[in-house]
């Protein structure tokens, strides 16, 4: 039942009958989507486990319920064989569904692409972020680089709608974590030799506001950023700008967007109060 149940329901919108059942909606990559289908498929085919589950026992309870002048039980069922073997394969099949949809999505979610469509560099540092934009995914490629985030400025990271956008991490000092809330993942970012990487294709332009998601000492919470999705236009009029000399805001202000974050403002952190 709830191998029908997660193969017929993953893709339906029945999660947004039910607000998702828990999982944050909103999801602005196509990677976001799947995970979110994942989400809900599994739910709903918890719920029908559970619904029969439950069934089974209300109809025990009632139809085998001891009535007044019974004296005898009801017929057993231990040592059944075929009944010990079915209430172990149909878990197992359970678990074998649920297993195979997960690793195909998680999969999905983590593979990377011989030639994605832009690279960004993505520096963490005490307590900001740095976005230098690649001319290739190798580590020894080009980099463009933008302004760096600091106590009065929050950088904003530019890429383009609709196209494979792969993020290249490390820190300068401690473990950090990159994080926009309606990617509806992140992924740590390791100081020294360890470079992680993913990739994401953004659906919907727009402004969101991106966050450490890894306690990294004394200002973490304001270690705030911007992802900033524009058209593949202007996108390359950004880069262009940027290989020029402009800064970030002023290749913004080229492209014809806000040249500053729009869905967060610089935190005072008082470093310089006594």
Same mark, same amino acid.
């Given at each position: 039942m709830s191998v029908v149940a997660l193969t017929l329901l993953a893709g339906c919108n029945v999660g947004e009958a039910f607000g998702g059942f828990g999982w944050p909606e909103g999801g602005i990559?196509?990677?976001s989507e799947r995970m979110y289908d994942l989400w809900v498929g599994s739910v709903v085919a918890a719920l029908a486990v559970g619904v029969f589950v439950w069934g089974l026992i209300f109809w025990c309870? *009632?139809?085998y319920r001891r009535k007044r002048g019974d004296a005898e039980l009801p017929t057993q069922t231990r040592f059944? $064989?075929?009944i010990e073997i079915l209430y172990t394969v149909l878990p197992f099949l359970v678990i074998a569904v649920l297993f195979y949809y997960t690793a195909v999505v998680q999969t999905d979610v983590n593979k990377l692409t011989r030639n994605p469509d832009a690279t960004v560099e993505v %520096?963490? /540092?005490?307590? &900001?972020?740095? /976005?230098n934009y690649l001319t290739s995914p190798e $580590?020894? *490629?080009?980099? %463009?680089?933008?302004t760096p985030g600091d106590s009065n400025y929050i950088p904003v990271v530019v890429v383009p709608v609709g196209k494979t956008v792969r993020f290249v991490e490390h820190s300068n000092d401690v473990i950090h974590s990159f994080w926009v809330p309606e990617l509806l /993942?992140?992924?740590?970012v390791f100081?020294?030799? %360890?470079? &992680?990487?993913?990739e994401v294709k953004v659906i919907q332009p727009g402004?969101?506001?991106g966050r450490c998601a890894e306690l990294c000492g004394t200002y973490h919470s304001m270690m705030n950023f911007e992802l900033r999705a524009v058209t593949p236009e202007k996108y390359a009029q950004f880069v262009a700008a940027l290989k020029a000399g402009k800064s970030t805001p002023e290749a913004l202000t080229a492209i014809g967007e806000t040249p500053y974050a729009t869905t967060t403002t610089p935190f005072p952190t008082l470093r310089d109060a006594n």
């Open positions: 990559t196509e990677q309870v *009632a139809a059944n $064989l075929p %520096v963490g /540092f005490k307590w &900001n972020w740095q /976005f $580590l020894d *490629a080009e980099r %463009v680089k933008s /993942f992140k992924r740590d100081p020294g030799n %360890v470079i &992680n990487q993913f402004s969101y506001v």
